[in-house]
């Protein structure tokens, strides 16, 4: 089959970056100006440890139970046994973050067009354009349209079903440094407010119920800058799930 034309739509894009790391949004602005035809554009994140900045209980929980993504953990993780099921308060960046991803799922909600939801460290990797185009065709091609497509990810789960060359059906993924979101996915997510888990988590539970139809583009088109528990500006609250932490 013939490659996706360079002038077929893409979404646009918006970056959640927070006011005090104006570093990251030149690091991942420069990165992005290099992909031709990529329109994006900054959103300020919510800071969760901005106290002035009130993030209400209703769209945001204060505590979560590790108990789903337990299950998960324990089966990809070496030693992912000590990781246990508890309940836990979310963390100030967690919520921040959490807070500002619904943001963006009401702006998605109130359009007709899907958004490609980026945070600032996300890293596009080789032929990312080129790939998007042909991922969205094979999107374009399936019966029943997504509600979300992860473009960066950490699979969690096996794959629910292939499609195209490179759609596979999500059960359970990680990360959100980047994610396509139609208008019927943020609808989904924000009927299931509030977030009481981190943001990641909240959306991969809905796809491992089959309240959220998840894919992914396999293998990612965008990496993370930094491993999970570094140089990351949000703490994870689950640190105190593992047995030994």
């Given at each position: ?222 990496d993370q800058a930094g491993e999970w528990n570094e140089s990351s500006d949000i703490a994870h ?9």
């Open positions: 089959s013939s490659a996706p034309s360079d002038d077929q739509p893409l979404p646009s894009a918006v970056v959640l970056n927070l006011k005090r790391r104006p570093d990251r949004w030149e690091s991942v602005k420069t990165s992005l100006q290099r992909l031709k035809g990529l329109q994006f554009e900054r959103v300020e994140a919510i800071d969760g440890a901005d106290l002035t900045q009130q993030i209400p209980n209703e769209v945001v929980a204060r505590t979560w139970s590790t108990a789903v993504n337990q299950k998960y953990v324990s089966r990809v993780f070496e030693g992912g046994e000590e990781y246990g099921a508890c309940d836990l308060p979310l963390t100030a960046g967690e919520r921040g973050c959490a807070a500002s991803h619904v943001s963006l799922w009401k702006r998605c909600a109130a359009g007709s067009s899907p958004l490609l939801v980026l945070e600032d460290d996300a890293k596009p990797k080789a032929g990312f354009m080129p790939r998007l185009r042909r991922a969205l065709a094979e999107v374009g091609a399936l019966q029943d349209a997504p509600d979300v497509l992860y473009l960066g990810y950490t699979q969690a789960a096996p794959w629910r079903g292939s499609f195209g060359t490179m759609l596979k059906e999500a059960e359970y993924v990680w990360t959100t440094v980047a994610y396509l979101l139609w208008p019927s996915g943020a609808r989904k997510l924000l009927t299931a407010l509030p977030v009481n888990q981190p943001v990641d988590n909240f959306m991969a539970g809905l796809i491992a119920s089959r309240r959220l139809r998840g894919f992914v583009v396999a293998p990612p088109l965008v609250s689950d640190e105190a799930a593992w047995a030994n932490s």
